[in-house]
């Protein structure tokens, strides 16, 4: 399982665009890039998930280069509510892992008025 | 649809005890994974159960052990408690036995004291 690096914390005003990027030197042919986000005392969430290029949801973007090295969680006009930690995880979506999900230290943003 | 329920949301228990902490997976999913969340070790994967047979397990002592539920409801159960399992309890719940999205609950907060 490739390992991960994030920056453990950002800060950012409402209404701003924001990036986090994550490092995966080790990433594997078969390995996915998946970010969740998780609130305190709260189980994460699924924000999205993506192999190469580009991946655009209504809650996120997420660019990743096509040496698929690192990856890019691009969140647009952020909004005090989206103050929680973010990860990246990266792992193989087509070979049985036993639902194991690997999450580094993760990304605390703050997202300030 | 229902979203993953985990009962209960809090518990007290004293050092020695033995807890028992229960999850319904989202309708129709037959993958259920169990975390452990603390402060200094951060999300760390317990075990997954799918067609109720352990798949994969984390690098836990014996003390955590669970089993999974024809209807694919899942217990956790942790004997002889001592304080370092202080911790938040997440289950999620997957469709199948694969890295796809999975899906969290709120937890359970075990106080040990």
């Known amino acids: 399982l490739a390992k991960t690096t994030q920056p453990i914390s950002m800060d950012s005003y409402e209404g701003q665009e924001v990036n986090i990027t994550c490092s995966h030197n080790?990433?594997?042919?078969?390995?996915?890039i998946t970010w969740y986000q998780q609130f305190p005392s709260q189980g994460p969430r699924f924000i999205i998930q993506g192999y190469k290029t580009k991946v655009t949801n209504e809650v996120a973007s997420l660019f990743i280069p096509a040496d698929r090295k690192s990856s890019t969680l691009s969140l647009p006009r952020v909004s005090l509510s989206d103050t929680a930690v973010y990860y990246c995880l990266v792992g193989d979506m087509l070979r049985n892992q036993g639902g194991k999900l690997i999450f580094g230290q993760g990304t605390e943003l703050s997202v300030k008025p | 649809k229902a979203g993953v329920t985990q009962t209960p949301r809090y518990l007290i228990k004293t050092r020695g005890q033995q807890v028992t902490l229960s999850c319904s997976p989202i309708?129709?999913?037959?993958?259920v994974s169990w975390y452990q969340q603390t402060p200094g070790q951060g999300l760390q994967f317990l075990f997954e159960?799918?067609?109720?047979?352990?798949?994969n397990k984390g690098n836990f002592p014996g003390r955590f052990s669970g089993r999974q539920f024809s209807n694919s409801r899942s217990e956790m159960n942790v004997s002889t408690l001592e304080l370092g399992d202080s911790a938040l309890y997440l289950c999620?719940?997957?469709?199948?036995?694969?890295?796809?999205?999975?899906?969290f609950g709120q937890g359970t907060r075990l106080t040990v004291v």
């Open positions: 309708s129709g999913h037959r993958s």
């Open positions: 999620a719940s997957s469709l199948e036995h694969m890295n796809t999205e999975a899906f």
């Open positions: 159960y799918f067609s109720e047979t352990q798949r």
């Open positions: 080790n990433i594997a042919t078969n390995d996915y």
